[in-house]
């Protein structure tokens, strides 16, 4: 795949493998950009995401690895950051960096995605935690801070799929996106999860076509082994919508290329 932009290293502290090894499995993808998108610091779930100071680390480190390869791959400086009201830094989000890709993983503090709390899908209205969720991606995407729309329908992770129409559901999100000239990525770590099929669907990633809304890939890798996994799916399923380009950053500028 040409291009990859989310994947994660252990400083986020659910993440295997040195960064070094993430590359050199990018490099022999046949990847020309490729990015890392760890998970920005907050002041909330601490335990799954650099501190400040680690931040520091992070980027010096890239910044070698980058030097290092720069022959053979281009390497790309970004951060995955948690849409979360109260908890977002906005001093952060000014850094000079490739990207930033936006994401909720959380719904008024409520990880949804994590195993250990998937007992609130059987406490509460399906349809109602759907829209809760797409109204923070709309949320998200109306601040402008952001370059990409990480892993677009995350709430399906468990495959606890609304009774609504879903397009219905995201239309609103969708035309925000739109607005802001955000990014979605197709990011292939669905095909890991139990709903098993990459995020955004089929059915969402139409309404990104007609809407005329960019597209780029993610691995979303958390191991050097899932660097490229299942991500040739997301992009033969993108050729049969009708895509035909898709989006890499460089110092927040948005640079198009055909795959």
Request: proline share 2%; net charge negative; hydrophobic share 35%.
């Amino acid at each position: 795949m040409i291009v990859d932009l989310h994947n994660h290293t252990t400083l986020c502290n659910h993440a295997e493998g040195e960064m070094e090894e993430y590359i050199i499995q990018s490099i022999s993808n046949g990847t020309k950009y490729f990015g890392f998108s760890d998970h920005a610091p907050m002041d909330f779930d601490k335990k799954y995401r650099m501190s400040l100071e680690e931040s520091k680390d992070y980027e010096k480190d890239l910044l070698i690895l980058k030097e290092k390869y720069k022959n053979k791959i281009e390497i790309l400086l970004g951060y995955e950051v948690d849409f979360l009201k109260g908890y977002m830094n906005s001093e952060f989000l000014k850094k000079k960096v490739d990207y930033f890709i936006g994401s909720v993983h959380f719904l008024n503090k409520w990880g949804f995605d994590n195993p250990e709390f998937i007992g609130e899908f059987e406490s509460r209205d399906i349809d109602k935690i759907w829209e809760e969720y797409f109204f923070a991606i709309e949320s998200m995407a109306k601040m402008g801070k952001f370059d990409i729309v990480g892993h677009l329908d995350l709430i399906k992770i468990f495959k606890y799929l609304p009774n609504k129409d879903i397009k219905t559901i995201a239309k609103q999100a969708i035309q925000a996106i739109k607005k802001s000239n955000m990014t979605v990525e197709i990011n292939s770590a669905g095909f890991r999860k139990p709903i098993g099929e990459q995020y955004p669907s089929r059915e969402l990633l139409e309404l990104v076509y007609e809407n005329g809304i960019d597209i780029t890939f993610g691995s979303d890798g958390h191991k050097p082994e899932q660097v490229g996994m299942n991500l040739q799916k997301c992009v033969d399923l993108a050729k049969e919508i009708g895509f035909t380009q898709c989006v890499y950053f460089r110092n927040r500028d948005k640079k198009k290329i055909s795959f």
